[in-house]
């Protein structure tokens, strides 16, 4: 049994922060590769960062310089802060994993999201 569940979302002015959490419960994998990715009404899931067990770390263009994505793996948690927020990223924010270093193929495990919204 692998659970991965998102907490940290909510409402947020222009230009503010929040700090998404994912903590990983029940049987616990070694993960090789996490990510957070978001979904927008009307558009496609998007892979927002992405961290490897190497501590690589991958960001979309949009959100490069202003979220940095991050992990303990003592406490089996990965986070994203999110910094400068724009409306531009409201949307439901997904935790996911992977036991593969390459996530080209997407990752098996996800979070049940949780909602980022931010007003002008």
């Known amino acids: 049994q692998v659970q991965l569940v998102e907490s940290g979302g909510g409402l947020v002015q222009a230009g503010g922060s929040l700090r998404l959490s994912c903590v990983a419960s029940?049987?616990?994998?070694?993960?090789?590769?996490m990510g957070w990715h978001r979904q927008a009404p009307g558009k496609q899931r998007e892979l927002v960062a992405a961290i490897t067990s190497g501590d690589n770390t991958n960001y979309a263009d949009s959100v490069k310089g202003r979220f940095t994505i991050s992990r303990d793996n003592a406490k089996n948690t990965v986070y994203l802060q999110m910094n400068s927020l724009k409306p531009e990223d409201t949307a439901v924010y997904f935790c996911?994993?992977?036991?593969?270093?390459?996530?080209?193929?997407?990752?098996?495990?996800w979070g049940q999201g949780t909602q980022v919204t931010v007003s002008s």
């Open positions: 996911a994993a992977s036991q593969y270093m390459n996530y080209d193929a997407g990752f098996p495990f």
């Open positions: 029940g049987f616990i994998f070694r993960f090789k590769a």
